[in-house]
């Protein structure tokens, strides 16, 4: 399994009005995992993956509305992964990020 690469967190609305807060991905098997808010101030995951890994190139993606509390623990369990692989500046940006989230009041 490949390793992921990280984006900051980004509470700037993209092109669709969304703000993506945790978006990494993976080029081995492809694989993208994004948590974010949606323009009507909804936390979402939408995750991108193979099917059937090894040998099938044919990609689902997974779209769900998820509650407040699930935003939050999916920033902790990213937290942790960098605090446990060194990466210290990205677990600081996600801490920061959680901040934001816990006292965000659309």
């Known amino acids: 399994m490949g390793e992921f690469f ?3 967190p980004n509470f700037e609305p993209n092109e669709d009005g969304n703000r993506e807060i945790i978006s990494k991905c993976c080029v081995g098997p492809i694989e993208v995992i994004i948590y974010g808010i949606t323009k009507e101030n909804e936390y979402y995951l939408d995750w ?3 099917v059937n890994y090894p040998g099938d190139e044919e990609l689902e993606r997974n779209y769900k509305i998820i509650s407040k509390d699930e935003m939050l623990g999916a920033l902790d369990f990213e937290i942790e ?10 677990a ?11 006292n965000y009041r659309p």
Do not use: W
């Open 92 to 102: 600081d940006k996600y801490i920061q990020a959680k901040k934001i989230i816990e």
């Open 81 to 90: 992964i960098c605090k446990k692989d060194g990466n210290i500046e990205m």
């Open 6 to 8: 990280y984006r900051d």
């Open 48 to 50: 991108t993956f193979p």
